[in-house]
């Protein structure tokens, strides 16, 4: 009789655990509209906190000041970014009907490279590529049109930002209220502190290292020839921002361009070499000594982060899970009871199995 109320005690915890699971889930895709602002917004507010409060006392700032300024400088940034691509974009759709004969011409090479292997393919109508192109140039061009509707939400990150950054002690006047002591309260504070160091040395880590295969991209390309060497370089290094699919993208994306734009497969060669060597180097040399590894999250945890991120929120959500999945793996581990789970977030030496050592030390 005992067992069976255990069973069914466990059972009913199990089902409760998906349900909260599901209605989570629904909520961040029912309030993303509102949700994926804030979560741009909390993240960089994390990643500047320790910075704004050396600056404030270091200098003496208002708060107010010092947070409008950073916010100001924080959209600045970002619509200078997209003004950057949307005049790039706009210039190489301008180039389309000069890529649209380049295009015919390597698709008639193929078939014929093709057919003296003995592969025979039907000829493909010059027509329906221009017709092809066309059509997916105004879609493009139409998409860039829509930017203006997303500058909005941009301005609702700032807004954001802005009022998390002005009333960042009101979270920690909270726990000191909650706890009612002091060595909680320190308890409490270390976590914050802790998840805000984890986080601004990430982030800042992460985007030292885009600027350095941005700058190491742009000298391949310009060096190789490849046009437009500025766009692709800061394309490509941004889309390294998304772990596992972004980097296949930017090769795809710069390879099909080197085709289109030059006569032979040399150019394209020496494209997709360009960026395998700024990715080693990015992986072997940069990351580990600038980041190195300050998250810890095992290669399963990031991949599990971008699936569903990418489910639940498209590209904001793909780069956003990774570090909301390192604030929540620094969370539980100050909770006794869902301390164990941080071993399901980390990467743990063979060797710690057999040792006295806890899941923690593989940090």
């Not at 005690?9 to 699971?21: K, Q």
């Not at 949307?86 to 057919?115: A, C, H, M, T």
């Not at 500025?230 to 390294?240: K, R």
């Amino acid at each position: 009789m005992q067992s069976s109320s255990i069973n069914n005690s466990r059972l009913f915890g199990v089902t409760a655990l998906l349900i909260c699971f599901v209605l989570i889930v629904l909520i961040l895709i029912l309030a993303k509209s509102f949700l994926i602002p804030l979560a741009w917004s909390l993240l960089i507010a994390l990643a500047s906190f320790r910075m704004l409060n050396k600056i404030e006392n270091r200098y003496r700032i208002n708060r107010m000041i010092s947070s409008l300024v950073y916010v100001i400088l924080i959209l600045l940034i970002i619509l200078m970014l997209f003004y950057f691509f949307y005049i790039e974009i706009v210039s190489i759709i301008k180039g389309i009907p000069d890529f649209n004969i380049l295009l015919i011409e390597s698709i008639q090479q193929s078939i014929l490279l093709l057919e003296d292997y003995g592969i025979h393919l039907p000829l493909i109508d010059q027509n329906l590529i221009h017709i092809w192109i066309s059509n997916h140039s105004e879609t493009i061009s139409n998409v860039l049109k829509s930017l203006g509707k997303s500058f909005g939400e941009i301005f609702l990150v700032g807004l954001y930002l802005f009022f998390i950054l002005y009333y960042r002690d009101n979270y920690l006047y909270y726990l000191k209220l909650k706890t009612k002591g002091s060595e909680t309260f320190s308890v409490k504070k270390k976590q914050v502190t802790e998840i805000s160091d984890v986080i601004s040395n990430f982030l800042f880590g992460l985007f030292s290292i885009t600027f350095i295969l941005t700058i190491l991209l742009l000298i391949l390309f310009l060096a190789i020839g490849l046009k437009y060497a500025l766009f692709f370089a800061l394309l490509v290094s941004l889309l390294t921002l998304i772990p596992y699919i972004g980097n296949p993208i930017g090769m795809i994306i710069v390879v099909i361009f080197a085709i289109i734009s030059s006569d032979d497969l040399t150019l394209p060669a020496l494209a997709l070499g360009s960026i395998l060597v700024g990715n080693a180097l990015k992986s072997y040399v940069f990351k580990p000594i600038i980041i190195g590894n300050k998250i810890n999250l095992n290669a399963f945890v990031i991949f599990l982060s971008v699936i569903l991120g990418g489910l639940i929120w498209g590209i904001s959500g793909m780069i956003l899970f990774m570090p909301f999945a390192g604030i929540l793996k620094v969370m539980i581990q100050y909770n006794d009871r869902t301390k164990p789970l941080v071993a399901l977030f980390v990467s743990i030496p063979k060797d710690i199995i057999n040792s006295e050592n806890d899941p923690e030390s593989a940090k």
